[in-house]
T-cell receptor, first 112, second 115 residues
């Protein structure tokens, strides 16, 4: 099925560093979502974006809905060990029965 | 703290056996989703229900997979017969109304290994 291009695939950083990851699509989306999955658990919604250009923060996390509506970015500032996990982007278009299209995830490891 | 619950959390079975996975959505949520997660394919939507009615099961192999909602508190996903390629983590998620497509709350998953 259709998938989003999410990058990077994995990251290994030092505690305290900032992190950036992004998702791109060939289709226009009306909604962009960012989820985090901890080991052995299901994905948990972090941030939802509904307007092109929108910038939304959730604590140390900030996400943006790209102007072209074909991309989105997630930034994590001052990373801490509990940020470890897999971060997924998901997009929703007006068509396609409003089903979410998922990226393959960015695996984040934080070295204390 | 309302959560989606799934049972079993782990399942090891032999090829050809029937597998049944159960999900209890969050009370009051009217949309239920079944996903399969693998390293290669990521999260794939298998099927989803709204108000217990199946809306889309195009992502599900029809010959061996079936999904039902016997009542508002129980969703089931069955595989019969199971095959090694079905080994994956199966997630159930629930949401509400039109916004349910975005704000999906996931369960902890059922980790299935078919030998």
């Amino acid at each position: 099925g259709q998938q989003l291009n999410q990058s990077p695939q994995s990251m290994f950083i030092q505690e305290g560093e900032d992190v950036s990851m992004n998702c791109t699509s060939s289709s226009i989306f009306n909604t962009w979502l960012w989820y985090k999955q901890d080991p052995g658990e299901g994905p948990v919604l972090l941030i939802a974006l509904y307007k092109a250009g929108e910038l939304t923060s959730n604590g140390r996390l900030t996400a943006q809905f790209g102007i072209t509506r074909k991309d989105s970015f997630l930034n994590i500032s001052a990373s801490i060990p509990s940020d470890v996990g897999i971060y997924f982007c998901a997009g929703q278009s007006a068509g396609n029965n409003r089903k979410l299209i998922w990226g393959l995830g960015t695996s984040l490891a934080v070295n204390p | 703290d309302a959560r989606v619950t799934q049972t079993p959390r782990h399942k090891v079975t032999e090829m050809g056996q029937e597998v049944t996975m159960r999900c209890q959505p969050i009370l009051g949520h009217n949309t239920v989703f079944w996903y399969r997660q693998t390293m290669m394919q990521g999260l794939e939507l298998l099927a989803y229900f709204r108000n217990r009615a199946p809306l889309d099961d195009s992502g599900m192999p029809k010959d061996r997979f079936s999904a039902e909602m016997p009542d508002a508190t129980l969703a089931t996903l069955k595989i019969q017969p199971s095959e090694p390629r079905d080994s994956a983590v199966y997630f159930c998620a629930s949401g509400t109304g039109l916004a349910g497509m975005e704000t999906q709350y996931f369960g902890p998953g059922t980790r299935l290994l078919v030998l």
